[in-house]
């Protein structure tokens, strides 16, 4: 079955830099993958996903990179805020199955 | 408001005794799902179903039963809790297209369960 990889498990950034957070799957046929962020206390959140049709995607200060060959997949955040301190886990889907697998999870501290 | 709704939102419990957690949607989604969120491990599925009736394991079922006998309800069971069961479990929902799960999956509030 698909398994998933992600890393680092936290990561400590100053408020501005970037930060890059990278996942691995397993299963060359998974086809969808979102990131949702996970703020204390509080529920997770979709912030982005591609498909793997696509290469890029990209939204405001968040973008996210696809590479089917190498099976893996990364989350950039750019000029970072102390907002974006949570939480952030990567998931890979095989739509035919229906299974949703997670990766453990990224501690991201933006720190002021 | 669409939202998912669990209930209830914390629960301490005794080995062995039966307890069910609720979950419900008010946005017609065929999709729903059970995870356990635990440290360093992230969020593992526990059952999802496509639609009524319809259910399927994930990757941790063991201990848990679910039923989809309605379209917005889909209530977790653990018929004899054990300490190990101790976690945050998420409920979550999301539209089917062209027949299979996409787009988000919408995440109710969690039920925080201690089983001593």
């Known amino acids: 079955g698909e398994n998933v990889e992600q890393h680092p498990s936290t990561l400590s950034v100053q408020e501005g830099d970037s930060a890059v957070i990278k996942c691995t799957y397993s299963?060359?046929?998974?086809?969808?993958f979102p990131w949702y962020k996970q703020e204390l206390g509080k529920r997770p959140q979709l912030i982005i996903d591609i498909r793997s049709n696509v290469g890029e995607k990209k939204d405001q200060r968040i973008a996210v990179t696809l590479n089917k060959t190498a099976k893996h997949f990364s989350l950039h955040i750019t000029e970072t805020q102390p907002e974006d301190s949570a939480v952030y886990f990567c998931a890979a889907m095989e739509t035919r199955y229906d299974k949703v697998i997670f990766g453990p999870g990224t501690s991201l501290s933006v720190i002021p | 408001e669409a939202q998912v709704t669990q209930n209830p939102r914390y629960l301490i419990t005794v080995t062995g005794k039966k307890l069910t957690v609720t979950c419900s949607q008010n946005m017609n989604h065929e999709y729903m799902s059970w995870y356990r969120q635990d440290p360093g491990l992230g969020l593992r599925q526990i059952y999802y179903s496509m639609n009524v009736e319809v259910t399927d394991k994930g990757d941790v079922p063991e201990g848990y039963k679910v039923s989809r006998k309605e379209k917005r309800n889909f209530p977790l069971i653990l018929e004899s809790p054990s300490p190990n069961q101790t976690s945050l479990y998420f409920c979550?929902?999301?539209?089917?297209?062209?027949?299979?799960?996409?787009?988000?999956?919408?995440f109710g509030p969690g039920t925080r369960l201690t089983v001593t």
């Open positions: 979550a929902s999301t539209p089917l297209a062209g027949g299979f799960p996409s787009y988000e999956q919408y």
């Open positions: 299963d060359s046929a998974s086809n969808y």
